[in-house]
């Protein structure tokens, strides 16, 4: 399972876009990139999966470059209720996944 | 999307006790479950995969006898925490992995376990 390198926190205002990157530099060829945000004593809310190049849904974008060493969640105009941590995982989603294994993720903050 | 329940959300017991908490899919078949724990402002840790008809797998430093796993449909998965202790007291998170390409995790809403 590729490790992932995030940020710990990020600290941004009401209306900003947000970009947070994730690192996966051993990411294997089977592997997608999900990010997932979690509020305080919930679970991880599914938010955006990919596997190369560019995916949007209605909230949010996840760009992958060509070497698909790294990936970005943007998060257009955030708002309050953005504030949550935001973990990155990477994993064989294609039939041979097993198992996420967490990082720590980043900490956003959104601020009035 | 696809949906992930768990009951009880909150539960209190006596040291001693076994509590069971139950982790449904409740718009999809999910061969494959996993249980994890949460700490106070720490990330998820991972404690076990369940397969539907067969043994659950721990993760190293996981107690099997002490956290008893159970997926005996397609749908469910139970967690009995046996001889809860306070050191027990955490929040419990199951997922359920969708099948497809490519497939998908979808988390439960929690389980708060306080053991007194």
């Known amino acids: 399972l590729a490790k992932t390198t995030q940020p710990i926190s990020m600290d941004s205002y009401e209306g900003q876009e947000v970009n947070i990157t994730c690192s996966h530099n051993?990411?294997?060829?089977?592997?997608?990139i999900t990010w997932y945000q979690q509020f305080p004593s919930q679970g991880p809310r599914f938010i955006i999966q990919?596997?190369?190049?560019?995916v949007t849904n209605e909230v949010a974008s996840l760009f992958i470059p060509a070497d698909r060493k790294s990936s970005t969640l943007s998060l257009p105009r955030v708002s309050l209720s953005d504030t949550a941590v935001y973990y990155c995982?990477?994993?064989?989603w294609g039939g041979g996944y097993n198992k996420l294994i967490f990082g720590a993720g980043t900490r956003l903050a959104v601020h009035p | 999307g696809a949906v992930v329940s768990q009951h009880p959300s909150r539960v209190i017991c006596k040291s001693g006790t076994s509590v069971k908490i139950e982790c449904r899919s409740l718009?999809?078949?999910?061969?494959?479950m996993f249980w994890y724990r949460q700490f106070p402002k720490k990330s998820l840790m991972l404690m076990a995969t369940?397969?539907?008809?067969?043994?659950?797998?721990?993760e190293q430093g996981v107690e099997k006898d002490k956290f008893l796993i159970n997926h005996a449909s397609l749908t469910l998965s139970t967690l009995t925490v046996t001889s809860a202790h306070p050191e027990d007291s955490s929040f419990y998170i199951c997922?359920?992995?969708?099948?497809?390409?490519?497939?998908?995790?979808?988390f439960g809403p929690g389980t708060r376990l306080t053991v007194l």
């Open positions: 997922s359920a992995r969708t099948s497809g390409s490519p497939d998908t995790q979808y």
């Open positions: 718009d999809f078949q999910a061969t494959t």
């Open positions: 369940s397969n539907e008809g067969s043994k659950a797998t721990y």
């Open positions: 051993n990411i294997a060829t089977n592997d997608y």
């Open positions: 990919g596997y190369k190049t560019k």
């Open positions: 995982l990477v994993g064989d």
